[in-house]
Each structure stands twice: as structure tokens, then as C-alpha cells.
């Protein structure tokens, strides 16, 4: 097993990476002070790996679960005041730990809960997808989305830890592990050179999940998460590289309609275009491009984009937080291993790049 | 304008007491340092005071309102969630700075809403009940009641200043005024005798509110309170004594009906069944009694408790979050001027306290 620790200004928790760590009593006891316990789950995770976790905690714990039905469109205010109400009348108090026990959604929602349950009570992450493993479990972002909006409404709350078991990968589809090899593939392009040489040595191994080096890239993604948001909790600066790839792949999810193309997947797309246009900075060369189109394609990604109008993808990227007196404010690369956020490349260059795009 | 700060481990915000602070924009234009402002009101409270604040504000800043029906029973998710629609659709963003103007609800909810609303904005407190002037602008509660329970969600969340004008507490009923100076006495007694005495020479000028004498008891509460909250931010210890005459108080708010007795007139009557108590325990005297009750009598106030069963008493005061083992926790005085939380007093002297107000 690998440990991280996760440091903030008044706080800190671990972050746990091996084998079979959702049954492993001893580990997550040590973070349970309290007798009462709430799962929160959703129902295909549910069939697979709600029962050895109970298993694991009933024998010490008074243990309840909460079941939400699976899917980005139930992270929203009904499933939050369901989770309210079944906290409620199972007399959950402020002694109570919520586990949260599935992906970035399960993850996002069950944070918030919570955050705002009696004033913020504790609770625990165990992410059962690649994505969220790197992903959401560094940031303290949680929240749910609004009809008017994804993640409009939330709260910046820590878990008191982090249980990241890679056996839970074993069950999850090859496509939803690319995509989520993309987000790992990020923390190489942005910060980390020797981490995307690993991954350009590794990437079959990950793909056919050995669980060493899949520990190993999940620790040094978090790692390198950590390190960035450790000097800016708030989001006010150098957070923003996080969003390598995120403004093409954002408007690639928008206009193809959430859900057909993986927001991995989007965004590993993107982080080609975002590439491109570093290239016409004079930033990059013609063989960094090759190496990074190699290494998603090697991850199991798509690397051409779908077919938008430069138009479409403009007026889709203007919606970005990023954008800033009506021009958009993009994450390039500086060099491989270093992203900077920068609105003075040649508009007409991005243009070039999108219309390529548009096959 | 009298000011103190409020201070917690990384920040800390003033409160401003004094007169027509609500339209003083050279004041409360220090704490706005963006252009958008939505201000969050109920229907009553709008209807005096909203011109004068956005004419106050509106040759500066974008402002709007958001109005709610009043009454706490609209402290609910279908008012929260309407703040976050109008904020939305009005495309309220990170930058945007709430103010609540109005009593305890508007200030709670508008709270949560702050917390809430992208991960966190700026919201400025504008308290327009003595209650709420004294009692919610320290501590950072905010939060929302749900169906099975009373600020069950919820957040601590600092506003980024407090702005207390007493001349709005001109317009508010006078019950309402001697509700407030219920909590106001209470800081007197539990760890302030001279305050205590300062108010029993100047209880009547209160009632007749004097601006300058309602000033220095709201300065006098709110340094109290913050004293006690700054050393506990997170209610695990000495917070309690601010409950004092809340656990009989709360009792008898739910036996007679939620506000059929108001949250002061019945933490005013709990505090002489602490103090009763209290003097059976041998900590006060006869004429410490006595002194309490002409104080509570000249507030205005009722001193003697509705009619009620010993064993719906018990029954009621058991649901208190103090409770332990099934042992009521009550705050009590040590002396007058000094409380401490003590479940060592004699179950038989309560009950005897019970039956005297079983009249």
C-alpha cells in the first residue's frame, strides 16, 4: 500500500492506494472515531462492492446505506434531500461518518452532504473509478449541479481520507479506464516530464491494469494534484493549468450532448488541440505533438476530434469561467512538462487548429 | 458608530452598531470590491427598508433583490433553492457579493446561500431584528430547516462584516424587542455581571430605545458571544453556555406551538427555572433569584412558564442535543455572572422546579 498526505493550511488527511482496501477493517477503522456509519452508494456499484464493505465495517459499526440511482443527472438537489432525509430518520447525528462509495458523482454529492449535514459532519472517499481516484480525490470540490448548470451549487470540504482500492478497476469498462487515463496523462503534460516518460514506458501495462503500476501512476497524478492545490486552495492562480485540455474538451462534451463522448475522452482530444496551438507558439515541436498524439493513442483514446463548426467550438468556448473581456484564456504548454495559462496567442492560429478540426 | 472585530484562526470581520448605517454606502462600500450585489429581503422588511439601501447602493453598484415571503417557516430548500435561481439567472458569478437584510431567517439562509452558491461567495449580514443584531452575527451558523428537524442543514460560514443599524429597530413590535433583550440579559448572566448590572440601570431607557443605551447592549452581546465563540468556534466545549434557559426554553416553544411563545419570551422564563435550579444546587441566593426575575419583568417579558406537564417537560427537554445517556445536560450558574454545564444536580429538585410552573 502507498500513502500520500494531503496538506492544507489547518489540515491534512491520507490518501491510501493498494489492493483490497475496501475490506481492510484495520485501515479504515483507524478513521471511524464513531459508531455510526452511512454508506452512500449508487446502485451499480451497490451490486458489486456494497456487500464486502458492509461485511468489513458491521462487525464494529452501526452501519446504514444509501443507494441513489446511477448517473450524472441524479447529482442534483432531489438526491441531496434524499440523502437529508434518510440521514434524518435513521438519527444520523453529528457523530455520524458518510462513506462515499463510487465515482465522481457519488463522490461530489456525498462531500456536500457532508459539508451541510448538521453543520458538517465527516466523511470518507473511496473512489471506484480511475477518473475519480486521480481526480476528485485532491481538491475538496464538492457539489451538485443546478438545471442552470453543472456544479453551481457546492462547497470546498475535505474527507478525513482517502481509500483508493485498485481492484475496483477490475470491474470498471475499458473504455471509462482510458478516460480516465487522460486526466493522468495531464499531470504529465502540465508538471511532471519524468511522469510522462513513465506513462510512455507503462501505458500497456495500464491499460491491462497491473495494480503496481497502476498505484504507482494514481499516486504520482495525486501527488501532483496536491502540489497545485496545496499552493492555491482557493482557485485565484496556477490552479487554472489543471484545466489543461478542458476548454476544447468542454465545448467537444457541449456540442456532441453530455454523456457521447467521456469527458476523458473530450479532454484528451483536447489536450492534442491544446498542443497544436502551443506548437504555433513556437513552444513545442513536431516531435513533442507526435509523442503526445503516441501516448493517447496508446491510452485507448480517440485522437481526432469530432466534427464542429470553428464557429460552434468559438461560441462554446466563450462560455468558459476562463474568458476573460471576450477573449478566451486558454492552457497551453510551455514546453513538455510545463503549462501556462495565456490569452496572447494569434486568434487566428486557434482558428487554423479548430478548422483542421472540423474535418 | 461603535466597531469590533470578530476574529478566527485565518480571518476575521468587524461589526459595525450605530445609526441610518443602512444607507452610510461609504461605509458599506469598503466591503463591496465588485460591481455586483444581490440583496436578499423579506417581504415585510422590503417593503421600508429596500429603497433606501439600493438607493444607497445603486449609483455605485449592479444590484439586485431577491425577496422571500416572511416567516421561518420559509427557511426551507424551496426558498434556497429560488435564491439560487434569480442569483443564476441573473448571472450572479464568484464575484458577487450577497446581503442579508432582515432577522434571523434572512441572515441564515442568505448564509447558506453565500456558502453554497459556486463553492463559497462574499456575503455581507445587515441584522434587522435586535435578535438577530445580538444573537447571529457572531458564530457563523447558517443553514436551512428540513422537514424533520430545525437547522438540520447547514454550514459555518463568516460573513465578511456585520452592519447594525439601530434605527431600523424602530419599526420592529416591541415583543419583538423584549425577545431580543431576553438573549441580551442572558450574556449578563452567564459570564458578565457588570453588563447584568448595566442593564439593570438601564433596562428602561432599552425599552425606549434609546439608540446610544441599544448600541452599547448590541456592542456588549456581541463581544460576550464572541469571546465565548472564538474560543470554540466548532462547538465541542464552552460554546454550551450559550444556551442557557434554552433547553426549558425550547420545551416550551414546542409544547405551546411554534411561535405561539417567541424564542426569547421563552429563554427569558428558562433562565429562572435555570436559576431556581441553580439555587437549589446552593450556587445562588434568593435574592440573585429575585434580581433576574424584576430584570426579565422590566424587559417586558413573561417570568412565569405556561402551563405544561412535568412529564411532557422531561419528555421535550430529553430531545436536547446535550442530552447524554439519558441525563439531561443543562447550563446552570455557578454565581451570578458565571454558568457552567452540569448534569450533577438532583433529577428530583428539576422535577420540583417543573411542578412550581405546573401552576
Redesign the interface.
Known amino acids: 500500500m502507498k500513502t500520500i498526505n494531503i496538506q492544507f ?2 489540515r491534512s488527511y491520507p490518501i491510501y492506494i493498494g489492493e483490497g482496501l475496501i475490506s481492510d477493517y484495520e485501515l479504515i477503522g483507524q478513521h471511524l472515531p464513531h459508531k455510526k456509519i452511512a454508506i452512500i452508494t449508487n446502485d451499480l456499484v451497490a451490486d458489486i462492492y456494497l456487500a464486502p464493505l458492509i461485511n468489513s465495517l458491521s462487525p464494529h459499526k452501526d452501519v446504514i446505506s444509501i443507494i441513489l440511482p446511477d448517473g450524472e443527472k441524479y447529482k442534483n ?1 432531489d438526491s441531496l ?1 434524499s440523502i ?2 434518510q440521514l ?2 435513521n438519527k444520523a ?1 453529528r457523530n455520524t461518518t458518510l462513506i462515499a462509495l463510487g465515482g465522481g458523482v457519488i463522490g461530489d454529492i456525498t462531500g ?1 452532504a457532508a ?6 459532519i465527516n466523511f470518507i472517499q473511496m473512489p471506484t473509478t480511475l477518473l475519480s481516484q486521480v481526480d476528485s480525490s485532491v481538491g475538496g ?3 451538485i449541479n ?1 438545471p ?2 453543472k ?6 470540504y475535505q474527507p478525513q481520507c482517502v481509500i483508493t482500492d485498485v481492484n475496483v478497476l477490475k470491474t470498471l469498462p475499458s473504455r471509462e479506464l482510458s478516460a480516465g487515463l487522460a486526466e493522468v496523462i495531464k499531470y504529465g503534460l502540465i508538471r511532471d516530464i519524468k511522469f510522462f516518460e513513465w506513462l510512455e514506458t507503462n501505458i500497456q501495462s495500464l491499460i491491462e491494469m497491473n495494480p503496481e503500476h497502476l498505484s504507482e501512476a494514481i499516486l504520482r497524478s495525486c501527488q501532483n494534484k496536491a502540489d497545485v492545490v496545496e499552493a492555491d486552495e482557493f482557485e485565484s492562480g496556477i490552479r487554472a493549468i489543471l484545466n489543461l485540455g478542458h476548454t476544447f474538451g468542454h465545448a467537444i462534451e457541449v456540442a456532441q450532448g453530455y454523456g457521447n463522448w467521456l469527458h476523458g475522452e473530450a479532454v484528451g482530444v483536447g489536450m492534442i488541440m491544446a498542443a497544436k496551438l502551443s506548437q504555433a507558439m513556437g513552444w513545442l515541436s513536431e516531435a513533442d505533438i507526435e509523442r503526445i498524439i503516441s501516448l493517447i493513442k496508446h491510452a485507448g483514446l480517440p485522437t481526432v476530434p469530432p466534427n464542429i463548426s470553428v464557429d460552434k467550438y468559438i461560441e462554446l468556448m466563450m462560455l468558459d469561467k476562463k474568458t476573460k473581456d471576450g477573449k478566451i484564456n486558454l492552457v497551453l504548454q510551455k514546453s513538455m512538462g510545463e503549462a501556462v495559462l495565456s490569452d496572447s496567442y494569434d486568434p487566428s492560429k486557434l482558428r487554423q487548429i479548430l478548422e483542421q478540426s472540423a474535418h
Open positions: 493550511d489547518e438537489t434531500n437529508y432525509s434524518l430518520k447525528d456536500f459539508a451541510t449535514y448538521m453543520r458538517g470540490k464538492t457539489g443546478h442552470q448548470g456544479n453551481m451549487i457546492g462547497a470546498f
